[in-house]
């Protein structure tokens, strides 16, 4: 009986062997299980993450796209406004030259008011003048008449 007695024994004792490790197998197939839908969600998320890098890729290009666009846009609106700024500086030339034109037509007038001032004031000398030379003519007319009158009656020559 020792015999059966260690063999049942030995058989009790693989019997625990085998359902612990039937245990253990069960756990390790629950843990297989997680792990396996834990890559499972892995992949998925790597997947979805490589697909949102394409689109991130993707837009970067199109933004890199746009921004090219956009600056050869704004290097054509600079461009116009520095044609603009050179425009404008020269608006402000001429508006110097316009300025200082100005001055001088302003100047101009004056010395021309004060040119027909004295040419009034020549004009008026003038016909002063002109007023006293046909007075001097008119009396030097009346004393060639005196005159003339005066040699006809010469009382020193008839006598």
Not at 54 to 65: E, F, G, K, N, P
Not at 143 to 151: A, I, L, M, P, V
């Amino acid at each position: 009986m020792n015999d059966a007695t260690e063999f049942e024994s030995s058989l009790a004792g693989a019997i625990d062997f085998f359902q612990n490790l039937h245990r253990k197998l069960g756990t390790l197939e629950a843990d297989a299980g997680l792990q396996h839908d834990k890559l499972h969600t892995v992949a998925h998320s790597v997947a979805a993450i490589e697909q949102s890098q394409q689109q991130v890729q993707h837009s970067l290009a199109t933004l890199a796209s746009d921004l090219r666009t956009q600056s050869a846009t704004l290097r054509q609106e600079l461009s116009g406004l520095e044609q603009r700024i050179a425009s404008a500086d020269r608006i402000g030339t001429l508006e110097a030259q316009f300025e200082r034109h100005h001055a001088q037509m302003e100047e101009l007038e004056q010395r021309a008011r004060a040119g027909q001032e004295q040419l009034g004031q020549f004009a008026a000398q003038a016909e002063t003048q002109c007023q006293r030379l046909i007075e001097l003519e008119q009396a030097l007319e009346t004393r060639d008449q005196f005159s003339s009158n005066s040699r006809s009656w010469n009382p020193c020559r008839d006598n």
